[in-house]
């Protein structure tokens, strides 16, 4: 039996920097979709759309194949590449390692902002979140 693969698209807004911002997570199997919204706590974007990918992988049933869409790179590269133990954002990228090893999913990062269409698709999401 193959994997089920699920897309997961987060897309975060920050009031200002140290403030509490709001997060939009979608998950799609085929052609369900779930959203979800709640506030991020945490004092940068970066760390709020980490924290969301983390919350958005933790809640899966099921080990997947997750196609995880983020508005920018957060640090893609440092967040595997284990040597760079002082980038800013370490602890919050390891709890996201972790969600995924520990729910035995495969993980394909993809950042939104290097194609028109997850530009214009992370944009209908920011929308989204000033109309709640």
Not at 24 to 49: D, G, P
Not at 52 to 77: D, P, R, W
Request: hydrophobic share 35%; aromatic share 10%.
């Amino acid at each position: 039996m193959s994997m089920m693969e699920i897309d997961i698209f987060v897309r975060v807004l920050q009031k200002a920097p140290a403030e509490s911002g709001k997060a939009v997570v979608i998950h799609r199997y085929k052609e369900i979709a779930k959203e979800t919204y709640f506030t991020c706590l945490e004092r940068t974007q970066n760390r709020s759309i980490i924290l969301a990918s983390k919350i958005a992988i933790e809640s899966l049933s099921y080990s997947c194949k997750v196609n995880l869409y983020t508005q920018n790179n957060f640090g893609f590269s440092y967040m595997f590449e284990r040597k760079h133990k002082k980038w800013v954002n370490r602890d919050v990228g390891d709890q996201l390692l972790e969600a995924i090893e520990k729910g035995g999913h495969t993980l394909n990062l993809i950042d939104c902002s290097a194609t028109e269409e997850g530009k214009k698709y992370q944009q209908a999401l920011a929308q989204r979140l000033r109309n709640i």
